[in-house]
């Protein structure tokens, strides 16, 4: 069974930075495209970036783009997602998704879920 774990979330002031991992087992990872989403109370889950299986290929939504950078590292199982310059509106539940069939776009597309990791920015 595929599992996904994300951690690195924290409480951090503006400005800060913060490197986000999702280690994925039971399963062969460099198989699946990637991605990272968050979710703020209330609102609905939102892409933040993606990965397919060849690395250089990314995606960022225009909100984190220049802020935020999306990699993996096959030989370790992991997806990172380095967050810097981070704003109060980066406040959310950040989880990592994987599909073994098609490039990461929306959360109605993916087949394995982590459980999230909580990332908090104060002003």
């Known amino acids: 069974q595929v599992q996904l774990v994300e951690s690195g979330g924290g409480l951090v002031r503006a400005g800060a930075s913060l490197r986000l991992s999702c280690v994925v087992s039971?399963?062969?990872?460099?198989?699946?495209?990637m991605g990272w989403f968050r979710q703020a109370p209330g609102k609905e889950p939102e892409l933040v970036a993606a990965?397919?299986?060849?690395?250089?290929?990314?995606v960022y939504e225009s909100f984190v783009a220049g802020r935020f950078t999306i990699s993996r590292d096959n030989a370790k199982s992991t997806m990172y997602l380095q967050m810097n310059s981070l704003k109060p509106e980066d406040t959310a539940v950040y989880y990592c998704?994987?599909?073994?069939?098609?490039?990461?776009?929306?959360?109605?597309?993916?087949?394995?879920w982590g459980k999230g990791t909580l990332v908090t920015v104060s002003s």
């Open positions: 998704g994987a599909d073994r069939d098609e490039e990461v776009r929306t959360a109605a597309a993916v087949d394995y």
């Open positions: 990965i397919g299986w060849n690395p250089v290929n990314t």
């Open positions: 039971g399963d062969t990872f460099s198989e699946y495209a």
